[in-house]
């Protein structure tokens, strides 16, 4: 997947209307970020990565490429 | 099958939360979880009582005399023992040649109770059964923690399986996966740890306080457990009941969260027309979202007679299982 299409597709999943995702946004420092984000960050890695991402994995990330490398950053491309 | 339900009189509304909460929003609690409002009971009211209204409502077109079997879900019992069934047949006036029990179960309780009333019946142990779901887990939760206070209310339903019910209830398909035990829990107030008087308080990473002494709920966690095991056991009902989803009219799960709903509805590829999702005025109320529900769809006619109904609990335990209805 483009990164940029991640960065998009991600910003979707997760109704962030006021933030633009960029691989250095780190999730807890927007505004309103809580637990049901983490369940969407979830439900949007099963889906379009199918793989299953766990509560404590997701409590050790920072910013979005912490995330990206948790998915396998060869899942990415430019 | 007779369903009847109850709700405690008094209200707490997204809006109350809301001036609670000031950092929150009213209308965002809605669109992220689909809940509104939910009945919470006041503090001198319990799980016993809503159980025991929810029965006079079911008793009111059943001759009590026949009731023989008295199963009740609770996970908020009046007292440790005796068990809240036996004072429920008392405070309903109930023969004393029946039996009574509580089970402890959370999401999956109204679907266990199900199998539990049906293997009496088919036993010949008993002919009609009373079966309650009654929660309370505004009692378990801490006035702090938003997140949880959003999602739960209090409520009780009660069903009455008789003999000519069971063979409209299909095969079932149960599982249980206690390794889930620390993910939705409430740790003291047992015999492991006793309830202690003060107790050390946290706030979690999304701004609610917790402490043992309340309940605790891993959301992120009881999702993963969700979309792993829900689809599983919707394949092996089908599978159990020589079915596939095409002849199946309706679908109701545990009413969890909208977008727990929504999630597993695309996931299983569910259409939305054949799918419940209605939780707004009364929230989670744990084991009796399924029978709440199916009131709601009889009474609407969204479900009529000849329907077949997929209907599958999860939560707590972790224990889940699901069934189909054929709608007499």
Same mark, same amino acid.
């Given at each position: 997947?483009?990164?940029?299409?991640?960065?998009?597709?991600?910003?979707?999943?997760?109704?962030?209307?006021?933030?633009? +995702? #960029?691989? !250095?946004?780190? %999730?807890?420092?927007? *505004?309103?970020?809580?637990?049901?984000?983490?369940?969407?960050?979830?439900? =949007?890695?099963?889906?379009?990565?199918?793989?299953? +991402? #766990?509560? !404590?994995?997701? %409590?050790?990330?920072? *910013?979005?490429?912490?995330?990206?490398?948790?998915?396998?950053?060869?899942? =990415?491309?430019? | 099958?007779?369903?009847?339900?109850?709700?405690?009189?008094?209200?707490?509304?997204?809006?109350?939360?809301?001036?609670?909460?000031?950092?929150?929003?009213?209308?965002?609690?809605?669109?992220?979880?689909?809940?509104?409002?939910?009945?919470?009971?006041?503090?001198?009211?319990?799980?016993?009582?809503?159980?025991?209204?929810?029965?006079?409502?079911?008793?009111?077109?059943?001759?009590?005399?026949?009731?023989?079997?008295?199963?009740?879900?609770?996970?908020?019992?009046?007292?440790?023992?005796?068990?809240?069934?036996?004072?429920?047949?008392?405070?309903?006036?109930?023969?004393?040649?029946?039996?009574?029990?509580?089970?402890?179960?959370?999401?999956?309780?109204?679907?266990?109770?199900?199998?539990?009333?049906?293997?009496?019946?088919?036993?010949?142990?008993?002919?009609?059964?009373?079966?309650?779901?009654?929660?309370?887990?505004?009692?378990?939760?801490?006035?702090?923690?938003?997140?949880?206070?959003?999602?739960?209310?209090?409520?009780?339903?009660?069903?009455?399986?008789?003999?000519?019910?069971?063979?409209?209830?299909?095969?079932?398909?149960?599982?249980?996966?206690?390794?889930?035990?620390?993910?939705?829990?409430?740790?003291?107030?047992?015999?492991?740890?006793?309830?202690?008087?003060?107790?050390?308080?946290?706030?979690?990473?999304?701004?609610?306080?917790?402490?043992?002494?309340?309940?605790?709920?891993?959301?992120?966690?009881?999702?993963?457990?969700?979309?792993?095991?829900?689809?599983?056991?919707?394949?092996?009902?089908?599978?159990?009941?020589?079915?596939?989803?095409?002849?199946?009219?309706?679908?109701?799960?545990?009413?969890?969260?909208?977008?727990?709903?929504?999630?597993?509805?695309?996931?299983?590829?569910?259409?939305?027309?054949?799918?419940?999702?209605?939780?707004?005025?009364?929230?989670?109320?744990?084991?009796?979202?399924?029978?709440?529900?199916?009131?709601?769809?009889?009474?609407?006619?969204?479900?009529?007679?000849?329907?077949?109904?997929?209907?599958?609990?999860?939560?707590?335990?972790?224990?889940?299982?699901?069934?189909?209805?054929?709608?007499?």
């Amino acid at each position: 997947m483009k990164k940029n299409d991640f960065y998009d597709e991600l910003q979707e999943a997760l109704e962030f209307e006021e933030v633009k +995702l #960029t691989e !250095k946004t780190e %999730f807890r420092k927007i *505004d309103g970020y809580d637990s049901l984000h983490v369940m969407m960050i979830i439900a =949007f890695v099963d889906s379009r990565f199918g793989k299953r +991402l #766990t509560a !404590k994995q997701l %409590f050790n990330i920072t *910013d979005v490429r912490s995330l990206m490398e948790l998915i396998g950053l060869d899942n =990415f491309e430019e | 099958m007779i369903i009847e339900t109850f709700f405690p009189r008094k209200r707490l509304t997204n809006i109350d939360l809301e001036t609670l909460f000031p950092d929150w929003s009213a209308a965002k609690i809605e669109e992220k979880v689909g809940i509104k409002e939910r009945f919470i009971v006041e503090e001198n009211e319990t799980a016993l009582d809503l159980a025991f209204e929810a029965s006079n409502k079911a008793l009111r077109s059943f001759d009590k005399s026949k009731i023989d079997f008295v199963l009740l879900c609770t996970q908020s019992p009046d007292y440790l023992l005796p068990t809240s069934a036996c004072i429920l047949q008392d405070k309903l006036g109930l023969r004393t040649n029946i039996g009574a029990l509580d089970f402890n179960l959370g999401c999956s309780g109204f679907i266990y109770g199900l199998a539990l009333a049906k293997s009496l019946i088919k036993t010949g142990l008993a002919a009609n059964v009373l079966m309650v779901t009654s929660e309370t887990y505004s009692k378990h939760i801490h006035p702090n923690d938003r997140s949880n206070r959003s999602i739960f209310g209090d409520a009780a339903a009660a069903t009455i399986v008789s003999s000519d019910d069971v063979e409209n209830i299909l095969e079932f398909d149960l599982g249980t996966d206690g390794q889930g035990m620390n993910n939705l829990i409430l740790m003291n107030g047992g015999m492991r740890n006793r309830l202690e008087g003060t107790v050390n308080e946290w706030v979690d990473d999304s701004g609610n306080a917790r402490s043992n002494n309340h309940l605790f709920m891993n959301g992120p966690e009881i999702f993963n457990f969700t979309i792993e095991k829900v689809p599983l056991v919707v394949e092996n009902i089908l599978k159990k009941n020589n079915t596939t989803l095409n002849e199946i009219d309706y679908v109701i799960f545990h009413q969890a969260n909208k977008y727990i709903l929504n999630y597993l509805r695309m996931k299983l590829q569910i259409p939305k027309d054949k799918f419940y999702i209605n939780m707004i005025s009364t929230g989670n109320t744990v084991s009796s979202t399924i029978p709440i529900a199916l009131k709601d769809c009889r009474d609407q006619e969204i479900i009529n007679e000849g329907d077949k109904v997929l209907i599958v609990g999860f939560g707590v335990g972790y224990s889940w299982g699901g069934t189909i209805l054929k709608i007499k």
